[in-house]
C-alpha cells in the first residue's frame, strides 16, 4: 500500500467506525478506529520511503507492527508527540486513550459505549484529538 492508499483507508475506518458506533455496534466501532490511526501513522512511515529507494530493512521490519507507541517511534513523530502532550493537556489524555487501542480488540467480546465513544472521540476531536495532530504530518 501507499501513503495515499492509508491515508483513504483511515477515512474510510472512522466512516465506518461512525456508522457502527450509530448503531450500537461498539466491538467494530473501537477496532475499526484505533485501525485508522494505525493506517494513518503507517502513511507518516510511507511518506519518509522515496520512490527508487532500497528500503532499509530495520524500517521495513519496524512497519509491520500493530502497536500504536511503537509506529509513532518508527513515524519519526516521538518528540513532536512529547511537545504536544506538553503543550496541550486534552491532547495528552486523548493519546493516553488511544495508545491502548490492540489489534486484539478484534476479538474482544465487551466493549462498551462508553469505551467505544471515548476512543472515537480521543481520535476525531477537532481540537485536541489524535487525527488532527497525525494529519500534520502526512
Known amino acids: 500500500m501507499n501513503k495515499t492508499e492509508l ?3 483511515a477515512a474510510l475506518r472512522i466512516k ?19 485501525y485508522a490511526v494505525e493506517c494513518l501513522l503507517k502513511a507518516c512511515i510511507a511518506k519518509q520511503v522515496k520512490e527508487f529507494d532500497f528500503p ?3 524500517l521495513a521490519n519496524d512497519c ?3 502497536k ?4 509513532v517511534i518508527t513515524a519519526g513523530l516521538k518528540q513532536k508527540l ?3 502532550e506538553k503543550r496541550n493537556k486534552e491532547f495528552k489524555l486523548n493519546w493516553a486513550v488511544v495508545v491502548e487501542w490492540s489489534e486484539e480488540s478484534r476479538y474482544k467480546g465487551a466493549i462498551t459505549k462508553p469505551e467505544a465513544y471515548d476512543l472515537f472521540t ?4 477537532n481540537e485536541s484529538g489524535v487525527l488532527p495532530w497525525l494529519k500534520k504530518f502526512l
Open 82 to 84: 512529547a511537545e504536544e
Open 64 to 66: 509491520y507492527t500493530h
Open 7 to 9: 491515508e483513504n483507508l
Open 122 to 125: 480521543a481520535i476525531t476531536d
Open 16 to 34: 465506518e467506525a461512525g456508522v457502527l458506533l450509530t448503531a450500537d455496534c461498539y466491538q467494530g466501532a473501537y477496532y475499526l478506529v484505533g
Open 56 to 58: 532499509d530493512k530495520k
Open 68 to 71: 500504536l507507541a511503537d509506529l
